[in-house]
């Protein structure tokens, strides 16, 4: 009788049981994409992404910090199961993993402390984030150093080196240029796109993960989020 109770017991735990899913955070990653508190990410909006897909998928999150050049390693040895924002251009071996449907789009602007409008009027110091590959217009500036790259970890630091004017501009996501700016004192002025790019989950094949299910998943995220921008 005690190990009919027993096997029932394990049986339950397992169905109960949520899986630990491990999830790879940048280190190019700051507010708001993370918000740390006691050292621990506790808000943002890759932490309300992944958090809603999580509990979506019955899934117990776990972060792990994955420097940029080794994402490809961690998601091919399952040291980590998936990176939240990431495009196919991104990586070399994309075709290794599976993607998810887009669940955001990135609108990368030239933010500056003066108004230019084309790469042409650019001249002066750029802050970039490092490891980073840029439009080849702006790549051609780097190399006949029409214009100086002056790499930054995180775009909080980017933005700081612009508020500090040690650069003459950035090169930033316009929400999260739009987010700094609501904090600053300064005015910056918003150049010219130089580019959009969808973002997707990115899955490694060694997690055990439903893409049709992850996809309905953030499916409902994003209409979650349309009903809150009403």
Same mark, same amino acid.
């Given at each position: ?6 096997? !029932?017991? $394990?049986?339950?735990? &397992?169905?109960?049981?949520? +899986?630990? %899913?491990?999830i790879? #955070? =940048? ?20 932490f ?6 999580g ?6 999150i ?19 199961h ?26 990368? !602007?030239? $933010?500056?402390?003066? &108004?230019?409008?084309?790469? +042409?009027? %650019?001249?002066?110091? #750029? =802050? ?76 490694s ?8 299910k992850?996809? &309905? ?14």
């Amino acid at each position: 009788m005690k190990i009919y109770f027993l096997l !029932i017991l $394990l049986i339950t735990s &397992k169905i109960c049981f949520s +899986e630990e %899913l491990i999830i790879g #955070i =940048g280190d190019s990653y700051s507010e708001p994409l993370i918000i740390k508190k006691g050292g621990k990410i506790k808000d943002g909006i890759i932490f309300d992404f992944v958090t809603y897909i999580g509990r979506e998928m019955n899934w117990n999150i776990k972060f792990k910090n994955t420097p940029r050049k080794r994402v490809e390693e961690f998601l091919s040895k399952g040291e980590i199961h998936i990176c939240p924002r990431l495009n196919r251009k991104w990586l070399k071996q994309h075709k290794r993993y599976n993607w998810s449907i887009p669940w955001m789009e990135e609108n990368i !602007i030239i $933010l500056g402390r003066h &108004k230019v409008k084309t790469y +042409e009027k %650019l001249n002066g110091i #750029i =802050g970039t984030i490092r490891g980073f590959n840029y439009p080849l217009k702006l790549s051609e500036l780097f190399k006949n150093k029409t214009l100086k790259r002056q790499d930054s970890l995180n775009y909080k630091t980017a933005f700081d080196m612009l508020t500090l004017n040690r650069v003459d501009y950035i090169v930033i996501p316009e929400y999260i240029a739009n987010y700094y700016m609501k904090k600053s004192s300064k005015k910056f002025q918003n150049c010219f796109s130089i580019k959009k790019a969808t973002l997707h989950v990115v899955v490694s094949k060694h997690a055990n993960i439903s893409m049709p299910k992850l996809n &309905k998943a953030i499916e409902k995220f994003k209409i979650n989020q349309n009903l809150k921008k009403k």
